[in-house]
């Protein structure tokens, strides 16, 4: 994937739709799950510059002590001055820079019990086994896991339509595959979330999933903006796959921007949330 997916200046711009999106039921079952047990230590994975926390912190009631996991230092500084006000109120922000390859929630858990592990927009990039290891280790510490805004594979673009939408979806899906660096092997892409559901209940946990959909309108600053980075990327992906259409996909691209500019077209990116957390004895 293209880097201009995980820079700065994207995850600001995509912490609108984000938040719009998500599914509020998984916030009240992890809600509930932490006022159960009396604390709430909260390990983010991939934290980028605070996103996920500074929508969940205030869902989540009781004060909490988050650890934010990422291998950026850069963002994770970003991320505790947009956490700063939250971190004011009683919250407690720690940072830790870690290579996700090399993470380790049982050495974590030892010195600070986890109860909760999340994680935004993640998982598409990891290989099936970096996803099994991390699920034995939730599961081992026996803590519950919100995972959210997975990218399930189903976008769309509202309005002015053209053939070769579907072609290009299918060729992003496909590009997802490829290997993320993220464990070994192939990426699972939109079968991350699936392969996740999977493994927990096959290791006695419950588990829910909702969908939190991307709306963007047609015409908005706002689409204009987050549609441009998304056409790009999707585009730049299509052509990686197959480069032998690639001038037929650079007239799609012209056409597309020209649509979203003039407020012709809005667009829809699926995800899928999952919340899990073990069976009650």
Known sequence: MSDLWFDAEWLSLRRRADHQARDTLLNEEANYWLAQRGRANIVDLGAGHGNNAQY???WLGQAQHWRLVDHDSKLLA???????PMAEEGHHIQ???CDLNALNLEDIHQQWPIDLVTASALFDLASLSW???L?????????AALWVLNVNGHWKIEGHKHPLDETIRQAFNAHQRRHKGLGDGSALGPMAVHEAMRLFKSLGYQVQTRTSVWTLLAGSAYTKAMGFRLINGWHQAACDMLPDQSDAFDVWFVDRQTALNQGQIGLEVGHTDLYAEPLAD
């Open 95 to 97: 940072s830790l820079v």
């Open 135 to 143: 699920v034995e280790q939730v599961v081992e510490i026996q803590a």
């Open 131 to 133: 996803l099994e290891a």
């Open 78 to 84: 970003q991320a505790e001055k947009v956490l700063a």
């Open 56 to 58: 969940l912190i205030p």
